[in-house]
Structure formats: C-alpha cells, structure tokens
C-alpha cells in the first residue's frame, strides 16, 4: 500500500497527529478527574491504581479507536475506560504517546500467546493457533493511522519492537513444530510474518473469516514436506 510502510512485510498505519490532549482541556475536566486519589496528603497514588488506570485507558483506546478512529474525542475514551479526563492527560500527554501504548500492548499480548498455546496444544497446534492470532492481531490494527514513518517520534521504535517481541516468540514455536516433525524445517520466522501480515492486510470483502481461511492453507502448506509427513507415506 503506498499510504504505509512495511514492518516484516506487514504494513501498519499510525496517525500522524501529535497536537497534544491537553491542548482540548480546561479546568472543569481536570476537576472532574477523581480516579486517581492519594492515600495521604504529599503522597503519591498507590502503583496498583496507576496500572489499572491504564490498563482501562488503553482497553478502552483500542475500543474507541475501531468503532470511531484515532481522532475519536478524549472523553469518549476517559468515558468508555471509567476515567476522569484528567488522568489520560497525565498518562499520555499526546494522542500519538496513547496510539504507541496500544500497540505495545497489543504486541505483548500477541506475543505471551505463544507461551500459553505451546503449553496447551501439540507443536504444529500451537504454531497454527498462534499464526492465527498474529493475523487477528494484523487485521484488527489495519485502520488504526495513516503511516508508520509520519516523523512523529513515539513511533520510532515500533518497527524494533515488533520485531524484537514477535519474532523470538514464532520461532520458537516453529522450532518445535519443526523437532516434532510437523512442518517442514525451510521456514524461516521472518518469512511467516510476512506471508501471514500480507494475508491480514488484504482480506478485502472477505473479512477475518477469509483471512483465517488463508492462514489454514499457510499452514497447511508448511506440513507438506515434514519429516513425519514423510514417515507415513507409503
């Protein structure tokens, strides 16, 4: 897509306004932030409650952002996290500092699945599960901004970031899947990232279920030449 820029192949968008939240607030909005309250006078809010906090505001970002975009107002993401608008204010001072924590976060979350499905399913289950998830992952994130490389500094090191977490995290399951014979042993992490980020990308009219198709078949194509596909054959 010439509007973005590839990340292993895989082109994400991110906005390119940086005009900061606290440019639209005033004085009744933080008045009206009681989230975030001391245990005593001088003292800081308990850490426990600053992580809720965002944990609700990047929950309800990423809500916020599907159903109305990244210009969405702020109060409708402080409303839908249960916030005063005070306190998005404090933790993300601009839009783009918010927009970068959503997908940090939804970067880990894709990337600690592949612990969990090594640990419930067979090597080659869980390797198909999880390119499953990683194409959710790419399909849900599409709309999010216009362009990776807008200049704009909190996105800088996305691109390592995602590099950083999800490789290690898909090779090694494709390093078992490959032990226990269950796929061919050519694939390279990189180049799953790619082939499934392209199939995310480009659903088309077709939706999630379409791009799960596609991935079936990916990962259908990756058992044709495995060592115990060879084993069983006549």
């Not at 082109?11 to 639209?24: A, D, L, M």
């Not at 906090?53 to 107002?73: C, M, R």
């Not at 480009?202 to 198709?213: A, K, L, N």
Request: proline share 6%.
């Amino acid at each position: 897509m010439p509007s973005g820029c590839a990340i292993s192949g895989t082109t994400f968008r991110f906005i390119r306004n940086i005009v900061p939240f606290c440019k639209w607030a005033s004085v009744s909005d933080e008045a009206d932030d009681k989230t975030e309250t001391v245990t005593a006078p001088g003292r800081r809010p308990l850490r426990a409650d600053a992580q809720r906090n965002t944990d609700a505001l990047l929950e309800a970002a990423l809500a916020v952002f599907k159903t109305s975009g990244v210009d969405a107002p702020v109060r409708e993401i402080a409303e839908q996290a249960g916030v005063g608008i005070g306190t998005v204010y404090r933790h993300f001072p601009q839009r783009a500092d918010l927009i970068a924590a959503v997908f940090r976060r939804e970067i880990d979350a894709c990337a600690d699945a592949a612990t969990s499905l090594a640990a419930a399913h067979e090597p080659g289950e869980a390797l198909g599960r999880w390119l499953q998830r990683y194409a959710s992952f790419i399909a849900t994130k599409r709309g999010l901004a216009p362009a990776l490389h807008s200049g704009n500094p909190a996105f800088d090191s996305l691109r390592t970031y995602f590099t950083d977490k999800l490789q290690p995290a898909l090779r090694t399951l494709l390093a078992a899947a490959e032990a226990a014979g269950e796929v061919r042993a050519d694939v390279e992490p990189d180049d799953l990232l790619r082939a499934v980020g392209s199939l995310g990308m480009q659903s088309g009219d077709g939706g999630p279920e379409h791009t799960q198709r596609m991935v079936g078949l990916l990962v259908d194509g990756l058992r044709f030449g495995a060592s115990s596909a060879l084993t069983k054959a006549p």
